[in-house]
Structures are given as C-alpha cells and as structure tokens.
C-alpha cells in the first residue's frame, strides 16, 4: 500500500523560506515519478514540481528559480525547498507519486497517490 505523509510546512514572512519533506513507502521508490502540488481554498489543486523517475524535473512558471525539488532515495524522501515565499504561496501542499506518468506533468488528474497535505501560510 503506498503511503505518502508531508511534512515541514508552517507560517512564514514573506522573502522566507521553508522546506517541505515527503515521506514515501510501500512500493519500490525509485520506480515512480513524485510531484509536489498545492491547492488554496477556492482554487484549482495546481502543480509545483516533479522529479520524474530518471531524475529529470519539471516546475511550474510561478515557481522557477524560487523552488527545488529534490529526493534522497536512501530515506525514501522527497523534499521541496520553497525560497523567496510569497502572499500568493499560501496554500495546502501535497505530495504525490506514480508509476506511469509519461510524458511527465503537472496536471493532478494524471497522479494516483496522494500524501494528506501541509499547510504553508505565507504574510505580507
């Protein structure tokens, strides 16, 4: 059974940075493809960012040159380094896996494993 559980999330100041974690088991990690995605109240679930299952990534436009994924494959872990938070970061983040994303892409209707999100508050 795959379990993904997040972690890491908090309230911050914008110009802050935080990290989020994602605990990954219960299938062979290094198979899947992983993604971060977020959804703030009254919004679309959108996608961050994606690791594929080759190593390559993939980030949304709001996102690029402020946000690294990255995974640690002996911890079963993924990670996103959130830097330079904006207002407009505010949002539940969740996790998500899958064996059969290709191409690769940010659309959450093409993932089946979801973790049950964190919440990160972004001031002005």
């Known amino acids: 059974q795959v379990r993904l559980v997040e972690s890491g999330g908090g309230s911050v100041q914008a110009g802050g940075s935080l990290r989020l974690s994602c605990e990954a088991s219960?299938?062979?990690?290094?198979?899947?493809?992983l993604a971060w995605f977020r959804q703030a109240p009254g919004k679309e679930r959108e996608g961050v960012a994606l690791?594929?299952?080759?190593?390559?990534?993939m980030y949304a436009d709001s996102v690029k040159g402020r946000f690294t994924i990255s995974e640690d494959n002996a911890r079963n872990t993924l990670y996103l380094q959130m830097n330079s938070l904006k207002p407009e970061d505010t949002a539940l983040y969740y996790c998500a896996a899958d064996p059969f994303i290709n191409p690769p892409e940010l659309w959450y209707g093409a993932w089946t494993y979801w973790g049950q999100g964190t919440q990160v508050t972004v001031s002005s």
């Open positions: 219960g299938y062979t990690y290094s198979n899947y493809s």
């Open positions: 690791v594929d299952s080759d190593g390559s990534t």
